[in-house]
């Protein structure tokens, strides 16, 4: 910071944030996503870890084109059911659903499915945040 101080703007998501968003994110499960590589397992399976992200990805690209400018969305509460196992070379897709905006707070609803079926459920949060502001208070 300059020593100036900083103005203060309330972060109100964009008017077109409205439930009924929805996005997907998609991975052919290789090493690098298994349970192995992320140090979250010994089998050679597609992580939880990995289905996280998957499912943070789908969301995101929920809203993207739908935040202001200099405005961004980060991790906050992920609900989920890690359900069945996708092996090395399985493709999974997660689907996210916009359920509900209360203020600055999105409300996910996810699934992930691979060739077999339904493979991890749940809910993902996410807060709209002024980049800037956000990148402030990040401790270094």
Do not use: Y
């Not at 992200?53 to 202001?68: D, S, V």
């Not at 689907?95 to 060739?115: C, M, Q």
Request: glycine residues 10%; charged residues 25%; contains cysteine.
């Amino acid at each position: 910071m300059n020593g100036r101080p900083r103005e203060r703007r309330r972060i109100v998501p964009s008017v077109s944030i409205e439930p009924g968003l929805w996005g997907e994110a998609d991975v052919v499960v290789c090493e690098a996503d298994t349970a192995i590589a992320f140090g979250s397992g010994d089998v050679p399976v597609l992580a939880t870890p990995r289905v996280i992200a998957l499912c943070e990805q789908a969301a995101c690209a929920a809203i993207e084109g739908h935040l202001r400018p200099g405005e961004t969305s980060v991790g906050m509460r992920v609900q989920l059911d890690h359900l069945a196992p996708t092996g090395i070379g399985g493709k999974a897709k997660a689907e996210a659903t916009l359920d509900k905006v209360e203020g600055r707070r999105l409300t996910f609803t996810v699934s992930v499915s691979d060739a077999r079926g339904l493979i991890a459920a749940g809910k993902v949060t996410r807060v709209v945040v002024d980049v800037e502001r956000f990148l402030d208070k990040a401790a270094e």
